[in-house]
């Protein structure tokens, strides 16, 4: 419901009263569970962080240990993550709550350098695998915003290129 009514209308309209009435539950109820606006986005926040998760931990048990391998996973949840419209809407209230809220914007930022560091010290090979994450990330902006409009067969010609980059082979 507060995913909803974020994607929507955006971070203000989400107040405990109108989640409540989406709801269908009394405002006393809602503040049994979330006693302020903030606390219903931290928890709106963790809940879709924890979906961005169970996609990256699955792509991650996919890859073999190589190196490269966090950047790979990485490349495959944002490439995947916005299929549906599900999908598509948890991904833009993320976005949303990023931009709003400066607890869920440092929580995202602290999971990425911890990300980062798993690409190792190597500097040719760690800013290699970096330029493959901010790609990733523009193609999880486009898919948000339908930007470029980018067809199904084209990103996967683009996810290839950078998976070859994560190993080491310029295309």
Not at 61 to 81: I, M, N, V, W
Not at 92 to 119: T, Y
Not at 154 to 166: D, E, I, P
Request: proline share 5%.
């Amino acid at each position: 419901m507060a995913a909803d009514l974020l994607v929507q209308e955006g971070p203000h309209a989400v107040t405990l009263d109108a989640v409540a009435h989406q709801a269908g539950v009394t405002k006393g109820g809602l503040q049994h569970h979330f006693r302020s606006k903030q606390a219903l986005l931290g928890a709106l926040c963790d809940q879709l962080f924890d979906v961005f998760d169970v996609f990256y931990a699955a792509a991650l048990d996919s890859e073999p240990q190589a190196p490269g391998r966090h950047a790979r996973a990485y490349l495959k949840t944002c490439f995947h993550t916005a299929q549906t419209a599900h999908e598509r809407r948890t991904q833009r209230a993320i976005a949303l709550l990023a931009f709003a809220l400066p607890s869920c914007r440092e929580r995202w930022s602290a999971k990425m350098r911890a990300a980062l560091a798993q690409d190792g010290s190597d500097p040719d090979a760690a800013d290699r695998l970096f330029l493959c994450r901010l790609a990733a990330d523009g193609i999880w902006f486009d898919q948000l915003l339908d930007v470029y409009g980018t067809p199904p067969d084209r990103k996967g010609r683009l996810l290839s290129l950078l998976v070859q980059l994560t190993q080491g082979n310029a295309p």
